[in-house]
């Protein structure tokens, strides 16, 4: 090679054109996207199937408007669960679970009941960390928030073979505080239910999750994709 | 130049008459010690480190209860403690060793103003310590492969600056006309990784971009890392160790180039395959199957390349430790690359994804590509920087055996494990139309293959003990006496 100028273009244009395909592109057709109620309408205010109509006057494509009155979605996180999600950012539970539901007919996310539908790009747009993940040692968790009781989700969290034989997840008991219970108050309202087997100390100790462990527990509760958005009634 | 003298000195880093090259290179040698030695033990550290991590992780794996009350070692911080510090410091303070090197030596130049990247050097490393523990003392940002948290950029970004600034320094007091095809793939990677990097911190980390966004940004950029920054690097090394060693040029330079700017037009759209079946754009993930899948041009190319020259010198390349190191990691980067390519079309990913088969594939790429040719590339340097020997053969040959037999078994056991819990998981009673599988018992069956893991990883542990002990040794050595000119080179047997 002796042409340098070449070379020093030809590495600057590869990168610039993924980075402008695969980054900047979609940022420009997602980065825009508002929550939605589940059905869209034209100008007028009729109902459309799907996300854009046809303008009747221009001939132009456009996206369709939220129906007045019905509740948008999605809704961003408040309070303990905006918190939680950071405990499970620092715990890592990203590198097991997956927050993402495939369609129908590919993989059997369905069929295990994970979600009723395909998330789609707008599931997300509140997120600020988007933790899609890349590996299912544990299960989805997209909608985990539909499938069991805040106690379950503290005693599995605090030893996940409470609640699931020989899990492979490891335990968080970390987040709990065991403490003798008070003598003078007896067991604390707070305190979770532990089975006997697993208990650190029955009827002297009591296990009480501590704010990071309710956080977590918050936001793993508030984990569900069972509202619609436009763009199901095209794609399914 | 006349053509014909610029085209094989281009094909070739041997063209010259012998004893003048000698006489350059040893210059350039010189001036390289202290910064070849420095990023070589740094690396070296970070790679024991990164060790440790992986056991910890890997045994967490089977035996969860393993350390389970500590919050500061738990797995999901182990892990990225683990990924962490075997790329930012084992990959990257390698590479910083061994390009560099080779560049010097392919512009026959003595360097100057080394301490601009020994600085970089120093506040890199620092940047990687900081960043390590704040993963373990939990404040990682929860993204692949980006895990330090936001406060290390700076330093990493600032310590980037100063080392790929002096690498262009250096190539600009090249002496020679022409520029070899380790130095295009040493050039281009240096500019592509400062650009990735600044991108995904701020889209990702410092400006989060609008929901999926940022998952697009972090797979360009993840995948990216290896295929524009760690991929050059090592092929550029290969380039350079297989005919040197071997004393033949490459076998053929329009092959070459070839092969260099068809990985730069096809690699960089590769990374978005970890999203198929994920709630992206279909389009962007075609363009990144398509891409995935013209990968096997150069890498088919790259094969070709390097195989021709070594072919008929398998005798005299075994007896070299470097050669056996490079020609592995050669091999594999052909491997790996073809697997990628299968693995990115939709029905071979529908299986693989989400499963230790994906585990499996980043080990076959970081570790039997990347760091076995990294090693090979230590085994060349070293003993022309310190000019002195390497102590121990019996040291080098059991490093070669535990980590070329230890990886080879782990890919291949994750690989199983990973595919047979991807078919488990896939799988549809079509009378039920459930989950042929509970999740439980598709998890418990990927226990043995976690044990098998963890042995293996005792074995690649045990090799990189050796290699600790040799440099270490080498480096508390007095110099040579003279005695020891001879490179140190593996009975066929050992």
């Not at chain 2, 088969?357 to 090693?375: D, E, N, P, Q, R």
Request: neutral net charge; contains cysteine.
């Amino acid at each position: 090679m002796r042409s340098l100028p070449l070379l020093f273009l030809g590495v600057f244009f590869t990168i610039a054109s993924s980075w402008v395909g695969i980054v900047l592109v979609s940022n420009i057709q997602l980065g825009g996207l508002e929550p939605a109620t589940p059905e869209l309408t034209d100008a007028e205010g009729n109902p459309i199937a799907g996300v854009f109509f046809e303008d009747p006057e221009t001939g132009e494509m456009r996206l369709g408007l939220n129906q007045d009155g019905v509740e948008a979605w999605p809704v961003p996180l408040v309070g303990a669960a905006q918190r939680g999600k950071r405990v499970y950012e620092q715990m890592g539970c990203l590198y097991c679970h997956s927050q993402q539901v495939r369609r129908q007919g590919f993989g059997s996310d369905y069929e295990r009941g994970w979600g009723e539908r395909q998330s789609v790009a707008r599931d997300y747009i509140h997120q600020e960390r988007v933790m899609l993940g890349t590996m299912r040692t544990g299960p989805d968790l997209s909608n985990v928030g539909l499938r069991y009781s805040e106690l379950w989700q503290h005693q599995h969290l605090f030893n996940p073979k409470i609640t699931s034989r020989d899990s492979l997840m490891p335990r968080y008991a970390f987040l709990y505080e065991v403490r003798p219970i008070s003598e003078t108050r007896g067991p604390s309202p707070n305190a979770i239910e532990i089975p006997e087997d697993y208990h650190p100390g029955p009827g002297e100790l009591e296990v009480i999750p501590t704010q990071r462990a309710r956080d977590l527990v918050a936001y793993l509760m508030n984990l569900r994709q069972d509202y619609d958005l436009p763009e199901m009634r095209r794609e399914q | 130049m006349s053509f014909p003298s610029t085209l094989t000195e281009a094909m070739s880093p041997t063209a010259e008459p012998k004893s003048d090259l000698l006489a350059k290179l040893s210059e350039v040698d010189r001036s390289m010690k202290v910064l070849g030695v420095f990023f070589t033990v740094c690396g070296l550290l970070w790679l024991m480190a990164g060790t440790l991590f992986a056991l910890v992780a890997s045994i967490k794996m089977h035996n969860v209860d393993f350390l389970g009350d500590s919050e500061f070692w738990t797995w999901g911080r182990v892990r990225s403690a683990h990924l962490n510090a075997m790329i930012y410091g084992w990959a990257f303070n390698v590479s910083f060793a061994v390009a560099p090197w080779i560049m010097a030596r392919l512009c026959r130049t003595r360097v100057r103003f080394t301490n601009i990247f020994l600085f970089g050097g120093i506040f890199w490393n620092i940047g990687v310590v900081i960043g390590v523990y704040g993963i373990l003392a939990g404040h990682k940002v929860g993204v692949e492969w980006l895990e330090f948290p936001a406060y290390v950029t700076p330093i990493l970004a600032l310590a980037f600056a100063f080392i790929g600034v002096w690498v262009i320094l250096l190539f600009r007091w090249r002496q020679t006309g022409h520029v070899y095809v380790s130095q295009w793939y040493f050039l281009a990677a240096f500019f592509w990784l400062p650009w990735l990097y600044a991108m995904a911190q701020i889209m990702i980390v410092h400006e989060p971009a609008r929901g999926v966004v940022q998952s697009l940004t972090n797979w360009w950029f993840a995948h990216n890392v290896l295929g524009l920054w760690l991929t050059p690097i090592a092929v550029g090394a290969a380039y350079y160790l297989i005919p040197k060693v071997l004393g033949r040029p490459i076998y053929s330079y329009y092959l070459s180039v070839i092969g260099f700017w068809a990985l730069a037009l096809f690699y960089n759209w590769a990374g978005v395959h970890h999203l198929i079946g994920g709630p992206v754009p279909a389009w962007v993930i075609s363009a990144g199957t398509v891409a995935s899948v013209m990968m096997v041009i150069p890498v088919i190319v790259v094969a070709i390349n390097h195989h021709m020259t070594v072919v008929g010198l398998h005798r005299e390349g075994w007896a070299s430790p470097t050669i056996r190191f490079v020609v592995f990691g050669a091999i594999n980067y052909t491997a790996v690359s073809l697997l990628g390519s299968a693995m990115a079309l939709r029905s071979v990913n529908e299986i693989t994804h989400f499963t230790h088969f994906t585990v499996s594939h980043s080990h076959h790429g970081v570790y039997s590509f990347f760091t076995m040719i990294m090693f090979g590339g230590i085994y060349y340097m070293l003993p022309r920087l310190l000019n002195r020997e390497w102590p121990s053969a019996m040291l080098i040959s059991l490093h070669w055996w535990t980590t070329a037999v230890g990886v080879t078994l782990m890919v291949i056991v994750l690989a199983i494990g990973g595919f047979i819990q991807g078919l488990q998981l896939n799988a549809i009673d079509p009378e039920t139309e459930t989950a042929a599988f509970e999740f439980l018992e598709v998890m418990r069956a990927t226990i043995p293959y976690m044990v098998m893991r963890s042995l293996t990883g005792v074995l690649i542990t045990i090799g990189h003990v050796a290699f600790f002990i040799n440099i270490i040794w080498m480096l508390s050595r007095r110099a040579a006496d003279g005695s020891e000119s001879k490179p140190t080179l593996l009975t066929p047997g050992a």
